[in-house]
Each structure stands twice: as structure tokens, then as C-alpha cells.
């Protein structure tokens, strides 16, 4: 098990998506081991920070001087020790099994010893910087700017939330079944769900793993974070045609079907847009569907309502991908910034109105981006009103520590 999941964090540092490595690696694994390898795997990259903190506090070595595979080894343990009620001699027999060459095993175990042996004295709230970018595991940049936004306490709070193992929401296709009979046929496969307060149509699961449930295959639902439900209402308040001209895997676009928009989706890339028109095919929807780069779209028509859930940092579902926060620095933040205005002003020409969707929070993704577009005040439709929403020029932002979401950004821009 461990070794697979030494395997899985050295393919995730050389550039792979944490998801899709372990999608791949746990197919080879036996089911009862997955959730231990998944926890040990994402754990690790959330907490890196604080596991390199323990780990310089008792080497003689330089934290680039231990070889990758020492390294992750390491952390492993440690987390292991710190957050997985391991026992304690199990993780250091496991940990130090896993690297070769006695040198670098007694170099592990002394490491390890000593984490049993001496508390680590991790930075205290007195230094709010020095805790929230090692106690609480968050890269340095994004730690002073939640700090220039927000008070430690809620600082705190929201590293915390990204640390966390988020929740699965499910949205219910209200084209094949109704909220009510989706809940009960769920209950008989084992899986339990709750409705969301204010979002009609919306699931939130507290027992068991829906990817596996035949309502998943027949199309009863679609697995989506409720931030990304919240945009789909929002469009819905805007005309009844949309082109979601950045669409897949299909997520909002399928969501305006079910509301009955006449959807027009498109993608750069067509492997990506093959997995949308797989899910609109399970969903039991008919969408018009094709390859455009929305940088240099073969566009004919207008459209009332153009949707843009631009590519970006990801960096408000980092609970998720928690690889993005280590790889993302403030130099690619401007890169997209670039990149989202370009998106915007080609399709402008195509739509009466653009609402932009991100899955980030960052000042250079929104309020920079937006600022050279004409902004209008979003329309919320029926309960959404009441959910607690943070808004800032017009921009509206969620409050992830408040209704357990993504991190997402939303603006309506007209001509
Ligand atoms: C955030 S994802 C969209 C998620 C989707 N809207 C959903 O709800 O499931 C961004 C998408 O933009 C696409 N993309 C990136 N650059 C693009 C471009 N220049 N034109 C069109 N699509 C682009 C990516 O391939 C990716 O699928």
C-alpha cells in the first residue's frame, strides 16, 4: 500500500494531476486498501509544509539535499504518525522498508524516532505568518494575502477548510427523476444525502461513494460542487439560450439543459469535450457540441447569454487538488489574468452578456480581469439571495468556510 503511494506522490511532483494518478494507480489496488493509499496520498501533499517543518527540525540535511524519494518517504511517515493513528513503531518499520541502501534507512528511522520522541514546536498564532505558512501548511503568498484580507481567526479557518477532505455534492437531474425519489433509491445502494439549504436540487452526501451507484450510470445525477450549482442558477435567471463556450467536462452546460436553456457548448480540447458529450449522453441530454478555441471562435451567431468558466488557477479548490497550491505563484497568476481578458473580449462579440465563472478567488483573476469590462449587478434567483455570499465591485465571491464550497468567483459583464 505504501509503496503505492510513494509511487503516486512521486508521479504527482513530476507534474501529474493528484485525481487522475490516483484514478490510475488505485485500478491495480485491492478496494479495502484504496481509502488508506488516498488518505496517505492527499494528505501528504495538503500538509507538506508542516511535515517539511518537522522534518528540517530533526535533519542534519538540507530539505534539498534528501533525495525526492527520501523526502516523500519521510513526510509519509510522519504523517502517518501525526495524523493517521498509525502505531507509532508500524509507521517507522513501513516508512524505513520503503527506501533502499542502509544509510538512507537509518537516516529515515532517526528522523522518525526522533518525531516519537520530541514534540516539534511549530509556529503559534504570535507569529501569524510563520503558522499559517508552516503549522497550517500554506504556500507564503497566499498566507499574507489572507492575512491583508482577513483577520487570523477566519485566516485560520480557511486554511484550515483547504486542508480538509471536502464534501461531495450531487446535483439531481430534474430531466429523469425528482429530488425526492433520487434521495430514496440512493438510501437502498447505501448512500446517504442530505438537501442543501437554499439550493433546490442539490444533494450533499454524508455516507458512502456515489461514483459507483447505478442512478450514477443512468444519468439520476451529476457529481458537482455546489459553488458550480450556484452559477447554473445564476445563468438560468439570464435568457433561455446559452454558449458555454469553455464547457467541458460539461458540468454548468449540462445544468442549463436540465433547466431547459437551448445549450450551445464548446471546448479547445477534444478529448475533454468527448468527456462532456459522454456525460450529456448519460444525463439524457441533447447538446450541440463542438471544438472552438473561444480565443478565435467559428462563431456565426449571438447568443443572449455566453458563458465563460475560464481555465485558471484553481486555486479555490485546492481541497481538491491540493498539488495546485505548491505549483501556482503569483507570476502565473498575471499569466492567466492575460489570458482570461483575451477570452473575454473575443467572446463579447458573441453575447449580450458574458458571465464570467472561476474557480479562484485571486485579485489578478478577477478584479483585474474585470476591470476593463463593463460590470453588472448579478441577478440571484429565488432562496440564493439568503446564501451568505461575499461581494466586492460587484463581483460576487463564496465563502467557502461558510457553505462548504469551492473557492468561486462570479461576475456578469454586458457590453
Ligand atoms: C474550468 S474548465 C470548464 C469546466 C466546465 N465549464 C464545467 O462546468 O464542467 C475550463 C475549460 O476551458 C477549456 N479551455 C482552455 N482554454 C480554452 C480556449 N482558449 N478556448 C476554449 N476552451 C478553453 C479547458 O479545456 C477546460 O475544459
Redesign the pocket.
Known amino acids: 500500500m505504501r509503496r503505492v503511494a510513494l509511487k503516486a506522490l512521486m508521479e504527482i511532483e513530476r507534474g501529474g494531476n493528484s485525481s487522475a494518478v490516483l484514478e490510475r494507480l488505485l485500478r491495480k489496488v485491492k478496494k479495502r486498501n484504496t481509502p488508506f493509499i488516498t488518505e496517505l496520498v492527499m494528505g501528504v501533499l495538503r500538509w507538506r509544509n508542516r511535515l517539511d517543518y518537522a522534518i528540517s527540525y530533526f535533519s542534519n540535511k538540507r530539505l534539498n539535499r534528501i533525495e525526492p524519494e527520501v523526502l516523500n518517504a519521510l513526510r509519509m511517515g510522519i504523517y502517518e504518525i501525526e495524523k493517521m493513528n498509525t502505531p507509532e513503531y508500524a509507521a517507522v518499520k513501513e516508512t524505513v522498508n520503503l527506501v533502499r541502501g542502509s544509510w538512507r534507512r537509518s537516516f529515515v528511522n532517526g528522523i522518525l524516532r526522533n518525531f516519537i520522541r520530541e514534540q516539534v514546536r511549530y509556529p503559534t498564532k504570535d507569529e501569524p505568518l510563520m503558522f499559517l505558512t508552516y503549522t497550517l501548511s500554506t504556500p507564503e503568498w497566499k498566507a499574507l494575502r489572507w492575512l491583508e484580507d482577513f483577520v487570523i481567526e477566519k485566516s485560520e479557518k480557511l486554511a484550515l477548510y483547504y486542508n480538509s477532505t471536502p464534501a461531495i455534492y450531487l446535483r439531481v437531474n430534474r430531466k429523469k427523476t425528482s429530488t425526492e425519489s433520487l434521495i430514496r433509491l440512493l438510501k437502498r445502494e447505501g448512500i446517504v444525502v442530505d438537501k442543501c439549504k437554499n439550493l433546490p436540487f442539490c444533494l450533499r452526501v454524508l455516507k458512502g461513494n456515489p461514483r459507483f451507484t447505478s442512478a450514477l450510470k443512468n444519468g439520476l445525477f451529476y457529481v458537482?460542487d455546489i459553488a458550480?450549482q450556484i452559477?447554473g442558477f445564476i445563468a438560468s435567471e439570464i435568457g433561455n439560450t446559452v454558449w458555454?463556450?469553455?464547457?467541458?467536462?460539461?458540468?454548468?452546460?449540462s445544468?442549463l439543459a436540465e433547466i431547459g436553456f437551448k445549450v450551445f457548448s464548446?471546448?479547445?480540447?477534444l478529448p475533454?469535450l468527448r468527456l462532456?458529450i459522454s456525460n450529456f449522453r448519460r444525463l439524457g441530454l441533447e447538446i450541440h457540441s463542438f471544438v472552438?478555441?473561444?480565443?478565435r471562435?467559428s462563431v456565426r451567431r449571438k447568443f443572449p447569454l455566453v458563458?465563460v468558466?475560464?481555465?485558471?488557477s484553481?486555486m479555490g479548490i485546492i481541497h481538491r487538488a491540493p498539488e495546485v497550491k505548491w505549483r501556482i505563484v503569483p507570476e502565473k497568476l498575471k499569466e492567466l489574468s492575460v489570458?482570461q481578458k483575451r477570452?473575454l473580449k473575443s467572446v463579447l462579440r458573441y453575447g449580450e452578456k458574458v458571465l464570467y465563472?472561476?474557480?479562484t478567488q485571486e485579485p489578478e483573476e478577477t478584479v483585474n480581469v474585470l476591470s476593463d469590462f463593463n460590470i453588472e449587478e448579478l441577478p440571484l434567483p429565488g432562496d440564493i439571495k439568503k446564501i451568505p455570499f461575499l461581494e466586492k465591485e460587484k463581483i460576487l465571491y463564496t465563502d467557502p468556510t461558510e457553505i462548504y464550497s469551492d473557492g468561486m468567483s462570479y461576475a456578469l459583464i454586458t457590453k
Open positions: 458537482q458550480s452559477a458555454d463556450c469553455c464547457a467541458a467536462p460539461g458540468g454548468k452546460s445544468h464548446s471546448d479547445i480540447s475533454r462532456a472552438a478555441d473561444a480565443l471562435p458563458l468558466d475560464s481555465p485558471c484553481s489570458l477570452i465563472v472561476v474557480c
